[in-house]
């Protein structure tokens, strides 16, 4: 009797307390946005932000047992997978899609509706699992990823893909960011270097298999179950995270609360201003001229945006979206400008590897993946191992200092291919690459998340995938630029050393815009070894372009906290 009497006034207590918590959180909000409102200044802002979480529920850090661990840890990786499967499997099924849509000239906007609905978004996701929840944001996340990917199966023209495939990029960029920051909360410091770079290790793992899964799809049924394939896999994945997912779910506040605590003019312009950055970055010199109106409007509005963007996180928003006190200390500040250098160093090569193959050695598509291979899985490899490592021994700064350093060698090694480089060759050198890429790109992960107290690990996080993804874009753009310009240069060169007969200018278009046009029947046969030898030196100082981008990995690396995660024995 005692026992139950006991009980119901524990439930008794407990129900008063969230009440009054509930009362307390209404009351704290609205007399903190009555102060910052009033103009008070950046520190006092941050006290009453303390004072504001302080008073929050108890947002559940439940220990799962290892089966639901591993269970939600599946359904995680199979939709980070999907995700990034998605991105890669899209360009085998290009010529059937333009072939349907007759509607060539917009295919590069697949790619590129995708990339910015990836990037613009991703910060966001971070503060909005803060505020709602880790559990309703991930299933926010594969909800707009699974609509976009039922959209694109449906689509009835190439404005409809379009704008699905962007639906697509906003949704799969909040599933990647978001499950890492999941997998943050339901293991120890300890042990996330381990389970994250097995997420990591999807993207590698799709670009393997993307290319060969799209082949198959697209020749046995058709390109649109491309993305219906999304949906049985998106499908599971929401249902694990549904009934298994139980982390930071008990905020009792009300969303008056949690609305007001959203940055929605800081979401609106760095969106906003996002878009307008990476549309003229990536299509400038392809889709536009660098110096035409459209990429000068567009770069202009965004650096308005952005700087309006900067001005509202600190003097106007409650909440910031992004707090800047997280780039006032080098140790905050150095894994974001690292993370920004290594995605220009990455892509790169990734890019035009396959390509390398395709022009120089006349491989067709599969065969050249298969060519690319060392780099694939020399790059999954060390990702995983680096896991490992940081999760054994504590110490990441080492590695991504040898990572940066070894992927520069390889860069280097690259740069020195041609036409008559042996098979051991270009896979020694692949494998070098691929190894130093691999060694970095889980240890600037941790060197950003340890850089920051637990409050600021969702953001940190999401900011990662943001920065590299924005570096990412910037490194294509420099050196696709870079490569097309000495293509062109080459050309010219070689045909006016061979007294080509015909429009110089005109076959300078058509191999720039198609090297593998090389060896089309129009060429006479005499001038095909020294085009092919003229995209070698396109490509070699293609590849030399990037190793200052992995010197300034390294460089901004040197910044980054020494301080080796501490161990729990």
Not at 69 to 80: H, K, N
Not at 90 to 101: H, M, N, Q, R
Not at 380 to 393: D, E, L, N, R, Y
Request: some cysteine; glycine content about 8%.
């Amino acid at each position: 009797m005692s026992d139950t009497v006991s009980e119901k006034r524990t439930d008794s207590q407990l129900n008063d307390s969230g009440n009054k918590l509930k009362i307390s959180a209404d009351t704290i909000i609205e007399t903190d946005i009555s102060k910052l409102e009033k103009g008070d200044n950046c520190e006092s802002k941050e006290k009453d932000l303390d004072h504001f979480h302080s008073e929050e529920t108890i947002e559940s850090s439940i220990e799962p047992s290892k089966s639901q661990f591993l269970i939600v840890f599946i359904g995680l990786f199979l939709i980070v997978f999907m995700a990034a499967l998605d991105s890669n499997i899209i360009a085998i099924a290009i010529p059937s899609i333009s072939k349907e849509f007759q509607s060539l000239s917009e295919v590069p906007w697949l790619f590129t509706g995708f990339l910015v609905g990836n990037t613009a978004f991703v910060p966001s996701y971070g503060k909005l699992a803060d505020i709602f929840g880790r559990k309703a944001m991930v299933i926010t996340a594969v909800t707009i990823f699974e609509l976009g990917s039922l959209l694109c199966g449906f689509a009835v023209n190439m404005k409809m893909l379009i704008f699905a495939r962007t639906l697509q990029g906003v949704g799969g960029g909040g599933v990647v960011s978001l499950s890492l920051i999941v997998i943050s909360d339901m293991v120890s410091v300890q042990e996330r270097p381990k389970y994250q770079s097995i997420i990591s290790a999807a993207f590698g793992v799709a670009t393997i298999v993307g290319p060969l899964v799209g082949g198959i799809i697209t020749e046995t049924l058709t390109w649109r179950w491309n993305f219906f394939l999304n949906l049985p896999f998106g499908l599971i994945a929401a249902v694990v995270c549904l009934l298994f997912m139980n982390l930071r779910e008990l905020d009792r506040r009300s969303w008056r609360v949690k609305l007001v605590r959203v940055d929605f003019l800081g979401t609106f312009l760095l969106v906003s201003g996002v878009v307008m950055l990476l549309i003229p970055v990536q299509g400038g010199g392809t889709q536009f001229a660098w110096d035409s109106p459209t990429v000068i409007t567009m770069l202009s509005i965004s650096g308005v945006l952005l700087i309006l963007f900067v001005y509202s996180q600190w003097k106007w928003a409650f909440e910031p979206l992004i707090p800047l006190r997280l780039f006032s200390n080098r140790h905050t500040a150095a894994p974001f400008v690292s993370t920004f250098f290594f995605g220009m160093t990455v892509t790169p090569p990734m890019f035009y590897t396959p390509l390398y193959f395709q022009i120089i050695l006349n491989h067709d598509p599969l065969a050249a993946g298969e060519d690319t291979l060392p780099l694939l899985l020399s790059t999954i490899v060390c990702v995983i191992f680096s896991g490992m490592f940081i999760a054994k021994t504590g110490y990441y700064l080492p590695l991504l200092l040898f990572g940066s350093a070894t992927a520069g060698v390889g860069m280097f090694l690259l740069s020195t291919m041609d036409e008559y480089s042996l098979v051991w060759q270009r896979i020694v050198y692949l494998i070098i690459s691929g190894s130093g890429m691999g060694l970095c790109i889980q240890t600037i992960l941790i060197a950003c998340q340890l850089s920051v107290e637990e409050k600021d690990l969702s953001i940190v996080t999401a900011l990662k995938s943001f920065w590299q993804t924005i570096g990412s874009v910037f490194g294509l753009a420099i050196v696709s630029t870079y490569f097309n310009n000495m293509l062109g240069s080459n050309i010219r060169d070689v045909l006016i050393e061979q007294n080509w007969n015909g429009s110089i200018q005109t076959l300078v278009d058509t191999i720039s815009s198609n090297p593998l046009a090389i060896r089309s029947s129009n060429i006479p046969s005499e001038l095909v070894a020294p085009l092919v030898h003229a995209v070698v030196l396109a490509f070699q100082k293609t590849f030399l372009i990037c190793i200052p981008f992995a010197g300034l990995t390294f460089i901004s690396a040197l910044f980054c906290n020494w301080k080796p995660m501490e161990m729990k024995r």
